[in-house]
């Protein structure tokens, strides 16, 4: 493999014929998740955004934060990611690096700024890297995208590639259904992905594609493949945190399991604080100076 950035195990950390604890890793690299890889251990990624949420997550254990251009969805309120400029990226990113101990940082390269010109890619990447202390990239796209990957790469800076729906390309798509079900579509998702693994990217998430595909990519690869709606057969899991939180109500794609129902929770709370607020109950005796 070409530009190749993993420690060898025998130079690793955590590495030994021993199975390691990576949960007690204190700060999750690049060479954790190789390792994790070749020890079967699964990832676990989510999607973060904001100092807050970073915190739990990064405290709840996860091995990877991703700062998702998701941002413009659900932070912002947009119908596609593709609004989403750099500067509000490094924004999100900051405030996550802010918040963390112990996961990796990665952060997605937002529409416009890396297709088409390597060096603008760099640039953009540059910026994330400097301003926001992120530790990775993340940008969409296979062999379209090849001198851009190549050109961050040489600067040393980590990239995680992403292929099968690819939502900056939803306007070619059309539709947010399942990618790669025929055949030719599928036999170019394989061929990108072991591209990406030549050139040297750390890590691909494969997005809402067969999981019969999902594995064979996993298998094929030696770099880590975490899946969104990719199946169980990859090295790891991504969701966007509002969605498996239940803050997002009315997303309800096949591949998406809520750990909880936070909209409702939320809404509850809040609809108890204004009557009590109404009602003359908040603020009591003890709730005042
Ligand atoms: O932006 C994002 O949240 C993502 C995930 C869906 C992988 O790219």
Not at 118 to 141: F, N
Not at 166 to 190: C, D, H, N, W
């Amino acid at each position: 493999m070409q530009n190749m950035v993993y420690l060898s195990p025998e130079k690793s950390s955590v590495m030994s014929s021993a199975q390691p604890d990576f949960n007690k890793v204190k700060r999750v690299t690049v060479h954790t998740l190789q390792e994790m890889k070749e020890h079967g251990v699964k990832i676990s990624m989510l999607t973060a955004y904001d100092f807050s949420m970073a915190r739990i997550l990064d405290d709840a254990g996860v091995d990877v934060l991703l700062v998702g251009d998701s941002a413009s969805n659900v932070m912002a309120g947009h119908e596609t990611t593709l609004p989403i400029t750099l500067d509000q990226m490094i924004y999100h990113a900051a405030s996550v690096v802010r918040a963390i101990d112990r996961c990796l940082v990665v952060v997605d390269l937002p529409f416009g700024s890396y297709q088409g010109n390597s060096k603008v890619a760099l640039d953009s990447t540059i910026r994330i890297m400097k301003e926001s202390g992120a530790h990775a990239v993340k940008l969409e796209g296979g062999r379209e995208v090849k001198e851009s990957i190549e050109r961050i790469l040489s600067a040393g800076i980590p990239v995680m590639g992403h292929l099968g729906l690819t939502p900056q390309s939803i306007y070619k798509f059309g539709t947010y259904t399942v990618r790669a079900t025929e055949e030719m579509e599928a036999q170019k998702l394989y061929e990108d992905a072991q591209l990406l693994e030549q050139l040297g990217c750390f890590s691909l998430v494969l997005e809402k594609i067969p999981a019969s595909l999902g594995e064979k990519v996993a298998a094929k690869l030696h770099i880590p493949v975490i899946g969104i709606g990719a199946g169980g057969g990859v090295d790891g899991q991504v969701l966007v945190m509002h969605d498996m939180l239940g803050i997002t109500k009315e997303f309800k794609p096949r591949f998406l399991r809520r750990y909880l129902n936070l909209y409702d929770d939320i809404k509850k709370g809040v609809s108890q604080y204004i009557a009590d607020v109404k009602s003359n109950d908040f603020p009591n005796d003890m709730e005042e100076y």
